[in-house]
């Protein structure tokens, strides 16, 4: 018996200690919120009935996106901080312009870029399509291109909540396009 038991005993610590191996791996909290190791942004997509709007919120790593500010137009944005560029908000309305494009029935659709806010370490667009009644609404679509010009491993989470319907989409360079037909 008390054989039996050293032999437990010694399978419990070589399974703990194989179980335990990957957490050596984390070099830390510290570390991880200096640079993230991945390219994603998240945007959610939501028909507001009474309001007759389609109105969006975007999530992107505030790094990320100077990136792109800093590639494509020259601009040294140090977005969310007290050095803040007075263009910052201009450029990445600029950008969404360029990068996201929502189609109603098919059809492209201009929205307006209300503002954004930071989050810790992403900064939240929010855009809005007003003006659209729930009776002609057939499919919605979003292009989004946003980071993937900058970033070859971007992948851009969709969520579109329209009237009822549901449907997500992980959005990448070849396969940047989601549609939710009602």
């Known amino acids: 018996m008390k054989n039996f038991t050293m032999r437990s005993r010694h399978t419990l610590c ?78 990445i309305e600029r950008y969404f312009n360029s990068k996201f494009t929502v189609f109603i029935n098919g059809e492209v659709r201009e929205y307006t870029f209300l503002g954004r806010k930071y989050d810790k370490d992403q900064v939240v667009c929010y855009l809005e399509i007003s003006e659209l009644p729930e009776a002609g609404l057939e499919s919605v679509g979003i292009q989004n291109e946003i980071l993937m010009d900058i970033f070859e491993e971007q992948k851009n989470l969709v969520h579109l909540k329209i009237l009822g319907a549901k449907k997500s989409y992980v959005l990448v360079r070849e396969n940047n396009k989601g549609m939710l037909n009602l």
């Open 14 to 91: 070589v399974l703990l200690f194989w179980l335990a191996l990957p957490l050596t791996s984390f070099t830390g909290a510290d570390t991880f919120s200096e640079s993230h190791k991945f390219y994603l942004s998240v945007t959610t997509v939501e028909y507001a009935q009474k309001e007759e709007s389609l109105q969006i919120i975007s999530r992107i790593f505030i790094d990320d996106l100077e990136s792109a500010l800093q590639a494509r137009y020259d601009l040294k944005a140090d977005l969310g901080t007290p050095g803040e560029s007075a263009q910052g908000i201009a450029y």
